[in-house]
Nanobody
Framework: QVQLVESGGGLVQPGGSLRLSCTGP????????MGWYRQAPGKQRELVAT???????NYTDSVKGRFTISRDNAKNTVYLQMNSLKPEDTAVYSC?????????WGQGTQVTVSS
């Protein structure tokens, strides 16, 4: 059973920053594309950002210019740096590893943006 573990969530004021981390087995980080998704209360889960094994990134429009996804395969970790946070960024953020039909999820970490 592949286990992905997120950390770094919390409560932050609008305009603030947080960095999320996701760690897991080395075999996953060497071979799988990684992504961050989020789900706000009453809404469907949405893609936030992805990064391939080669380092190519993709972002949903609402976070472009504010969020940065990165990966450190030596540390088996993928990061999501979130700047200029807005109340609408409030959600549970989950880490995802995907390769073909194989997809794994972390348990999620809560991010709350509020004054």
């Amino acid at each position: 059973q592949v286990q992905l573990v997120e950390s770094g969530g919390g409560l932050v004021q609008p305009g603030g920053s947080l960095r999320l981390s996701c760690t897991g087995p080395g075999s996953i980080f060497r071979l799988y594309a990684m992504g961050w998704y989020r789900q706000a209360p009453g809404k469907q889960r949405e893609l936030v950002a992805t990064i391939t094994t080669g380092g190519s990134t993709n972002y949903t429009d609402s976070v472009k210019g504010r969020f940065t996804i990165s990966r450190d395969n030596a540390k088996n970790t993928v990061y999501l740096q979130m700047n200029s946070l807005k109340p609408e960024d409030t959600a549970v953020y989950s880490c995802n590893a995907a390769r073909g039909r194989f997809v794994y999820w972390g348990q999620g970490t809560q991010v709350t943006v509020s004054s």
